[in-house]
């Protein structure tokens, strides 16, 4: 597997062929995906489908489900029905390093730096244990999209300002190699040039050919960079469609409250 950037790069000339919002092949796809915590429900009969190249935003308030819905992906939730599928395989029930090996990788709501170790230990974890060989190779290349982080390699993760924990979430999660990136609100607590600077990189990730997933509450910012959004509702997709047309017809707010929109946009 070649290293990211070496990665991105060769993608970068594919980008600029794939038309936004046209159709390309499915990368992932989740059909019929429902889960629970006990006995609460957390994504209900869910079908999503992102292609290859796109960003896709997945929108809701508070306890809608966007985590539940990554986590699925990721193998980080057991799903009580439905099927997940990446690259046309079916890899519904696999263990999460499996599906990290796949190509898939998941930065987490709340960063989840590890405080007690330094950027370059994080960094490290970041790699797995299938990727310490081409580990110094990949560090070069993250830091090189990170700059901010090469002058923080020493210092403690739980040291770092917000927007550094942010960038190093995104970094670590960008050492597996992956071709899908899943953005569990990147956005969040953060001060708005930090945000801004957070979305500039995903655009660039994007630009570069890289397949995102981006969950969000600041849905103004997200409904600008994503070609496609989700709307959740207690667990359920209460409106899709694409970007420019969601912020036309002004139904993602009716849809974050749950109340339905007479158009299925
Ligand atoms: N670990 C858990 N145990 C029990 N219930 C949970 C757990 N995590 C989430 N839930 C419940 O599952 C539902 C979906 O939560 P989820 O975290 O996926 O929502 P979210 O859209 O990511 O919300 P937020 O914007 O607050 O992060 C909610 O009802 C929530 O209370
Ligand atoms: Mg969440």
Redo the contacts with the bound molecule.
């Keep these: 597997m070649p290293p990211i950037l070496t990665q991105l790069r060769r993608c970068s000339s594919r980008r600029s062929s794939v038309a936004r919002n046209t159709a390309g092949d499915s990368l992932v796809s989740l059909h019929a995906v429902t889960a629970h915590?006990?006995s609460?429900i957390?994504?209900r009969a869910v079908d999503l489908e992102v292609k290859e190249g796109e960003i896709v935003a997945i929108l809701?308030?508070?306890?809608?489900?966007?985590?539940?819905?990554l986590?699925a992906i990721v193998g980080m939730i057991d799903l009580s029905g439905g099927t997940v599928r990446y690259e046309g395989r079916d890899i519904t029930g696999l263990p999460p390093e499996r599906i990290v090996e796949r190509g898939i990788s998941l930065t987490p709501?709340g960063r989840e730096v590890f405080g007690s170790l330094t950027t370059r230990e994080n960094l490290r974890v970041g790699a797995g244990i299938a990727g310490q060989r081409a580990y110094p190779e990949r560090l070069e290349e993250v830091l090189a999209l990170f700059p901010v982080l090469r002058d923080k390699l020493d210092v403690f993760g739980g040291l770092l300002s917000g927007g550094e924990q942010q960038q190093l979430a995104i970094a670590r999660s960008l050492m597996s190699d992956p071709n899908l990136l899943l953005l569990?609100?990147p956005s969040l607590g953060l001060a708005p040039i930090i945000v801004e600077r957070v979305f500039e990189l995903i655009a660039r990730l994007r630009d570069r050919g890289m397949t995102l997933i981006l969950?969000e509450?600041n849905v103004d910012r997200a409904l600008q960079i994503a070609d496609r959004a989700y709307v959740?509702s207690?667990?359920r997709i209460e409106l899709e469609g694409d970007s420019t047309r969601l912020r036309e017809t002004g139904d993602v707010e009716r849809a974050f409250l749950g109340l339905g929109v007479e158009d299925g946009a």
């Design positions: 915590y006990g609460t957390a994504v809701g308030a508070n306890g809608a489900g966007k985590t539940s819905t986590k709501e569990d609100e969950a509450q959740f207690t667990g």
